[in-house]
């Protein structure tokens, strides 16, 4: 490929290929303070392609791919490449990482505890770690977390957090602006503008810390609050995790683990304010 | 479970193959079973991890066997109904993998 | 050309501690792309490795290993399935391979559950496989008169709690193609694998792999294919092959798989202008994992199907099959 780039985030490896030179000067600067992956042999390839070889130059149309791909995935235009390239990887982990429990799910980190939240997209539970993560606790992840099937430890997996709508007017707001990327118009997901995680949590971006509490949160609702039980709890993690068919029984006895050790609450809540006072609630009252 | 047709055959006899045993986690509200062969991971509640424990020495069983079996250790309440509950569970059992005819 | 590097890997693994991070990732990216890491991962077992080929090989291993153990499980309950109506139930392919043991299921990926029943047998199972929960993948009138008129199986189906698909064969090639196995025989030497599964004999399954590969395909993952023949290979008699292919009509198949396999594979072979042809399309992969040379990929597109079919059928299924947006990756 034309255009290339080997990046490290938390333990995977990707190695992205691009038709394009843009997609890749985008990656190179917002991943700046990210480990250097040259000279290593990446996990994964992606491949940003053009649909077609006309496709390359007029209204230029990338296809996504790599390593693993999906035949139908629709093509992107390449004022969204950084986006494109973001989805090249998640796709590779979503459909290849075997080295850990996969959970959609964000979590944090605060005094060696880490909250994982978990729930559809639109659920707030990116937006919350992101302004958590401003906020005194180190961000592991906005989109994918990591359950260690030895230890029951969280990993993190710091991409750029991926700020969708009316979120990226309340983050972007509160961080400097050479951490945010190009704001992305009218993508299939709406608008959506990518942040650099804070210095530390990419330092930090190889360290656990084993799962305290885990949330399912809801925004747009009356503040409620509800223990959820391990079997729910486990039906909707099994449900969050795209790798845990695939584990096999290391996968149902980190699962299972995690279930019985870490208690569940489902949180609603009609505004961030309102959030941070639950979450600080539930992490005071012994989580 | 659905409930099942009213023609359930009593005598029929099922064993647990030794292969098919499951890795059991109790969860506060429900059982896990995790069935090695296939991969499949099954929620389940009373009676069931009971049934499978009462046949794991893998003996051949019609559902008043293991009637016979469990209401050592259980209260099943009235008999005729406990073996229809059980055979139905049995047929489910069977349709899953986890228990086969013997 | 990463894929003649994967395949020279295979076919000579200590080459492999010569490899650079660079020529490491081509590897691995081409070995993916022909569903052959796992393969890979066992061939170079041992080997000195760099940093982080290790945990790759592994994954790929693992995934294998359960890819196996679902695909029995798949057959085992195929078997239960058709034990009510008395077919046996022979499988073809991966899960064969597996069943038995055999070298060519090593590492091997395995995706549906191709099985071979007699054709007068269709009927009753299609009817016990719905009985037992499987169901059909898609209601298209097309597609399914086709498979129906014209093609060695049923449509696909897929089982609705297990969500995996199972091919019902009634012989190895479809009914266009020129060769025409015996099925009968094919079914009538079957051997037994535990007690309640079939596989062909060990020469049927050379045959079925070299007809699958050259009779009947645009040889998309012919690299993988052609390393099942190889493997497959091993333990047997070639002119017991030659005679038993002979039967089948597809003599000249099995002949170009052999050749294929040892240049590829093995000690080497001496090869005619059409087998450099198809060499040149199975080693069309780069180091990113693309398929290069896309004009000989679609030759060989279009060549599958004419194989398959008279060229008036040609043209309307192609036609058919491109007004519905299928067009070769």
Request: net charge neutral.
């Amino acid at each position: 490929m034309r255009h290339g780039l080997t990046l490290r985030i938390g333990p995977a490896t990707f190695r992205i290929g691009s038709a394009w030179r843009t997609p890749i000067e985008a990656l190179a600067r917002l991943y700046a303070a990210y480990p250097d992956g040259g000279g290593t042999v990446a996990d994964f390839t992606v491949r940003l392609q053009p649909t077609s070889t006309l496709r390359r130059w007029v209204r230029p149309s990338i296809f996504i791919t790599g390593d693993h791909g999906l035949a139908d995935a629709a093509p992107m235009s390449l004022a969204h490449g950084l986006l494109a390239a973001e989805m090249g990887m998640n796709l590779q982990m979503a459909l290849g990482w075997r080295r850990h429990l996969l959970l959609h799910a964000s979590s944090v980190e605060k005094d060696g505890r880490a909250l994982v939240m978990t729930g559809e997209s639109g659920s707030g539970k990116s937006t919350l770690a992101a302004l958590l993560g401003e906020r005194g606790w180190r961000l592991m992840g906005d989109e994918f977390a990591l359950l260690d099937l030895d230890s029951g430890a969280i990993l993190p997996f710091p991409r750029l957090v991926s700020l969708k709508n009316q979120a990226i007017g309340v983050v972007a707001d509160a961080v400097a602006p050479d951490r945010l990327g190009p704001l992305l118009r009218a993508t299939a997901k709406g608008d959506i503008r990518h942040m650099v995680p804070r210095a530390d949590a990419v330092a930090r971006m190889s360290e656990g810390a084993m799962p305290a509490l885990l949330l399912f949160p809801r925004f747009g609702h009356e503040a409620a609050l509800r223990p959820v039980g391990q079997g729910e709890a486990f039906m909707r993690l099994t449900q969050a995790s795209t790798n845990y068919v695939a584990l096999g029984e290391p996968g149902f006895a980190a699962l299972t683990r995690f279930v019985t050790g870490v208690p569940a609450c489902a949180i609603d809540f009609p505004t961030g304010d309102a959030a941070f006072e639950m979450v600080g609630r539930l992490w005071e009252g012994g989580a | 479970m659905p409930q099942e047709e009213p023609a359930l055959d009593r005598t029929r006899i099922y064993r647990l193959d030794p292969r098919d045993h499951c890795r059991i986690c109790p969860l506060d509200d429900l059982v896990l079973l995790y069935h090695v062969r296939s991969g499949q991971t099954h929620m389940v509640i009373s009676p069931v991890p009971e049934m499978l424990e009462a046949m794991a020495d893998g003996a051949p069983l019609s559902a008043s066997d293991l009637y016979a079996r469990l209401a050592h250790d259980y209260d099943l309440g009235p008999p005729d109904a406990a073996v229809a509950q059980i055979g139905a569970q049995l047929q489910a059992l069977e349709a899953l993998g986890l228990v086969r005819a013997a | 050309m990463s894929a003649a590097l994967l395949v020279r890997v295979l076919r000579d693994p200590a080459s492999v501690e010569a490899l650079d991070a660079a020529g490491w990732t081509g590897l691995l990216a081409a070995a993916k792309a022909e569903r052959l890491i796992a393969t890979l991962a066992w061939r170079i077992e041992g080997r000195q490795l760099p940093h982080g080929v290790k945990p790759i090989l592994l994954d790929a291993r693992m995934d294998a290993e359960r890819e196996a153990r679902q695909a029995l499980w798949e057959a085992d309950r195929a078997a239960h399935a058709l034990s009510a109506i008395g077919v046996r139930l022979v499988v073809l392919k991966g899960t064969a391979y597996a069943a038995a043991g055999l070298a060519a299921g090593q590492g091997r990926f395995i995706g549906d559950l191709d099985i071979l029943v007699p054709r007068a047998a269709m009927e009753a199972v299609e009817r016990a496989l719905m009985a037992a929960g499987w169901e059909w993948v898609k209601e298209d009138a097309y597609d399914d008169a086709y498979y129906r008129q014209w093609m060695h199986e049923l449509p696909p189906m897929i089982h609705a709690e297990r969500d995996r698909m199972i091919d019902v064969h009634h012989t190895i090639l479809p009914l266009t193609a020129r060769p025409k196995p015996d099925a009968a025989a094919l079914l009538a030497d079957a051997v037994a694998i535990g007690d309640s599964l079939w596989t062909l004999s060990p020469e049927d399954r050379v045959i079925h792999a070299a007809a699958h590969m050259l009779a009947d395909g645009d040889l998309q993952g012919g690299l993988r294919n052609l390393w099942d023949i190889h493997c497959l290979l091993h333990d047997i008699d070639r002119s017991t092959l030659d005679r038993r292919a002979a039967r089948h009509g597809l003599r000249a198949h099995v002949r170009q798989a052999e050749r294929l396999a040892d240049a590829l594979y093995g000690g080497g072979a001496a090869l005619t202008a059409w087998d450099r042809v198809v060499r040149a399309r199975l080693l069309a992969r780069d180091g990113w994992g693309r398929e290069t040379r896309k004009l000989l990929v679609f030759a060989c597109y279009l060549r599958s199907h004419w194989l398959r079919m008279p060229p008036l059928m040609l043209a309307r299924h192609l036609w058919t099959k491109w007004r519905k947006g299928h067009r070769p990756r």
